[in-house]
């Protein structure tokens, strides 16, 4: 499948990315999880529909992406508004959104505040929508205002300078489910060649608090209001593991059942939570399977220009 780079200039700097296959071909973009980048879709998107045009993005501060200004914060609100930028960029009208982990977070807070904008939203290991409990929340977010105030207030420091193999450790340890070739795929944009080795290109400020935070009630309501298709796919070994037991029993039945109230699909495949770059053979027939049924037989039209 060709594929090539992507540019959209931001106030701030570019967003970068990969844009797979034909000029014309239906828009999908794809958005990574948390402290990766847009190279965890380099071995499902091959496997999926080659008539789309799948548009897979580093957000901001992650993998190529510019980081933010000083200041500012990384959060769920100005991620959307950064999608909203790269629609706008390309000119995409109507397009489908493939979102891992945070990224479905995104997709979906996206999908239910532009829903005429997205006819179909697929979920890789992710709730659409995850809420916190509500007893909960301004601990979390004046963790996250906290950890940023703190952070500025230190001295500038240099970031710590690796070997490619001291860097493939480093990576290894903080995400032992990835075996070590998926580790080289996400590095090929993890990390900035400098002076005596490489340091990891994603913004320090990435691992702080979300401070945007929704509720049990907030999240079923967002939910409610996505007008397109949705499929989730979720790891048997992951998702369900970021709540505690508590969590799992007050946020899982309700946000299954929603899923289902809507006709929505929700599909468990066997894996953890990067089952769609290390073993995409096993997330590919649904994912595919619900693009060519759910999106490729919508009537065409000119919603995008790349």
């Known amino acids: 499948m060709d594929r090539h780079d ?33 190279g965890s879709f380099n071995t499902l998107i091959p496997l999926l529909p080659q008539e789309c045009r799948y548009v897979a993005v580093d957000l901001a501060g992650h993998g190529l992406s510019s980081h933010r200004p000083a200041g500012a914060f990384y959060s769920m609100v100005e991620y959307v508004v950064d999608v909203r930028r790269v629609a706008d960029a390309l000119e995409l009208k109507k397009f489908s959104i ?15 505040l532009y829903p005429e904008m997205v006819d179909a939203l697929i979920h890789l290991d992710n709730f659409v929508l995850l809420p916190t409990d509500t007893t909960e929340i301004a601990g979390v977010m004046r963790q996250g205002m ?7 207030k230190r001295p ?6 690796y070997t490619y193999e001291k860097a493939v450790q480093r990576l290894v340890a903080a995400n032992p489910t990835l075996p070590e070739r998926s580790v080289h795929i996400l590095l090929e944009r993890g990390l900035v060649q400098v002076e005596g080795g490489f340091v990891f290109s994603r913004d320090l400020r990435v691992n702080f608090k ?7 009630e907030q999240s079923l309501d967002l939910l409610s209001r996505i007008q397109g298709s949705v499929l989730v796919v979720l790891a048997d070994g992951s998702v369900e ?7 799992q029993k007050k946020f899982t039945p309700p946000l299954l059942q929603c899923l289902h109230d809507r006709n929505h699909s929700v599909v468990t495949v066997p894996g953890d939570h990067h089952v769609h770059l290390t073993s995409p053979e096993v997330v590919a027939p649904a994912v595919s399977h619900f693009l060519r049924t759910k999106v490729l037989l919508l009537p065409t039209s000119a919603t995008h220009k790349l």
């Open 210 to 216: 979300n401070t945007h935070r929704f509720s049990l």
């Open 156 to 161: 500038e420091q240099k970031r710590k300078v």
């Open 98 to 112: 493939i979102g891992h982990s945070m990224g479905g977070d995104i997709a979906g807070l996206f999908a239910a």
């Open 241 to 247: 593991a970021k709540f505690s037991e508590y969590a």
């Open 146 to 152: 906290d950890e940023l105030l703190r952070y500025e």
């Open 6 to 38: 992507l540019r959209v200039e931001v106030p701030w700097g570019e967003i970068r990315g990969t844009v797979w296959g034909p000029d014309q071909g239906r828009p999908v973009l794809c958005l990574h999880g948390w402290a990766d980048n847009c």
